[in-house]
């Protein structure tokens, strides 16, 4: 497992500073052409730790899912949150992100007094109170790095299972992302109903005549 351990650090941080419940959040599946977005939150204890906890990114998909339940039984609290691919088309990627984050927050059993965030855009207000934004908080804080894998183990289950309904366009390796494969599919067959068809740089790959094309006044971006 590469990388360096993620800490409490920021953790310990915020709980010295008064608060109590402290919830790390990250997104998974903002970047890809298919499937939902999703939005993992996690509330650690301050004691027992699991090992092995890094950056979803890092780990590999097997790695991944061997973890899953040893952090799902460790969390005082767990959730991930959704936005499916039409709600992403038809509200933009910003405001998908926030329902998702929204719903994530809302299936807690506790209720966070702040929450950490990975990168530089807060979409987590006003659901929780205190928002403290890190970059690379997924690669350094321990609870943020937990939260990106039950978010990604979860949307990658859910996308194997696609697969089985959208055999042609190989969800079970590439989750929705492009590549090559995937773009090969979809000059071949078009996109499936789980395709995201407001993103204008699939117009490079997909034959649209006869297929709906979702048209917003202003086209989602990655960032």
């Known amino acids: 497992m590469a990388g360096r351990a993620p800490t409490r650090s920021i953790e310990r941080d915020l709980w010295a500073r008064g608060y109590e419940v402290v919830v790390g959040v990250d997104e998974v599946g903002r970047g890809a052409w298919a499937g939902p977005l999703m939005v993992g939150a996690a509330v650690l204890p301050r004691d027992k730790r699991v ?5 979803s990114k890092l780990l590999t998909e097997a790695n991944r899912e061997l973890l899953f339940d040893r952090i799902a ?3 005082i609290s767990w959730a991930v949150g959704a ?3 039409q709600e992403c088309d038809e509200m933009g990627m910003a ?3 926030r329902l998702a984050a929204r719903r994530a927050i809302e299936a807690l059993s506790v209720q966070p007094d702040v929450a950490v965030v990975d990168g530089k855009w807060n979409f987590v207000s006003p659901h929780v109170a205190s928002v403290e934004m890190r970059v690379k908080a997924d690669l350094h804080c321990l609870s943020v790095a937990a939260a990106s894998i039950l978010a990604k183990v979860t ?4 996308m194997r299972e696609s697969a089985v309904h959208y055999p042609h366009w190989s969800f079970d390796t590439n989750k929705g992302y492009p590549c090559p494969v995937h773009k090969a599919a979809l000059q071949g067959y078009g996109p499936s109903s789980i395709h995201r ?8 790959y997909v034959p649209w005549p006869g297929v709906a094309r979702v048209v917003r006044p202003e086209q989602p971006t990655l960032f």
């Open 51 to 55: 090992n092995g906890v890094r950056d």
């Open 197 to 204: 068809r407001s993103w204008v740089f699939m117009d490079h």
């Open 95 to 97: 405001v998908a992100q």
């Open 83 to 85: 936005a499916s691919q």
């Open 155 to 158: 949307r990658d289950r859910v």
């Open 73 to 75: 039984s460790w969390c």
